[in-house]
């Protein structure tokens, strides 16, 4: 095994794992404003976000630290070291805020811009979600790994609201045939996907720091991901105001029938 990369993932489980304390105390009680681009952000974001680059870079100093709460006003930063740690520090900030436990702290290690780990604090839970190809996928203590059962009534899919009238009319079948999750966290939506407690997650709003440790999650969980445009990996350059990157992902079955629904065959 790499030894970069094992330290790296070592030292990214331990900086993620002491801001849960504060991530705790801070949950419903926490100042909040409106950025904008109409998402809320709290104190408590930037100051996760800030803590943990703080331990990562006492340890790797040469690496690239990606974060949503980066200055917007900064220049588009390229992605030149080998490692590069792309953080969302409260993904679900909204929930956070109103005291929703639905939130998380999602952090991911890259290496020449793939995301190789993931680690995703999972508030509800109290548990890491964690892995990488290669490394296992870990729900908790427990191996996990993406459901396999093919999709029907019964089947749970993650999804972020609210829609255009074009794609709910597209997603006719998806909305009206399966029981839907609105978790008001793009991360956990995949994650949980990762580890089989939904068949799968479609996003349309997704940003890179809220998928990135995800992608690295599906990706241990023998998942699919399929970008319904252009793939953002390798990652070369990061700026806190990069578009979404719409995707769908989660098990085989779920992305089979998520590309018949998208991607009809043709007569």
Known sequence: MDKQL???????????MNQVDFFHRQFGDVKSDWKEDDTRVTFADFAISEKIFAELRKS?????YCSEESNPMDEVQELQA?????????????NYALGIPICAISLALLKNGMPVYGFLYDMSRKILIKGGPGFGLYDGRSLAKVKTSPMNSQSLVGLHFPLRPDVCDQLRP????HRL?????????????AVG?????LDYKVKVWDMAAAYALLAAGGGGIHFLEESVFPLRKFHPQLPSAPLFA???PFCQYMKGLLHPPSD
């Open 197 to 201: 407690r939904l068949d799968g997650a």
């Open 250 to 252: 989660g098990s085989l």
């Open 60 to 64: 790797f100093p040469k690496d690239d």
């Open 6 to 16: 094992k330290h790296r993932i070592n030292a990214g489980q331990v900086a993620v």
């Open 174 to 177: 998806l909305l009206t045939g």
């Open 82 to 94: 080998r490692y590069a740690w792309m953080l969302d520090p409260i993904d679900g900030t909204n």
């Open 181 to 193: 999750r609105s978790l008001g966290s793009g991360a956990l939506n995949l994650a949980y996907a």
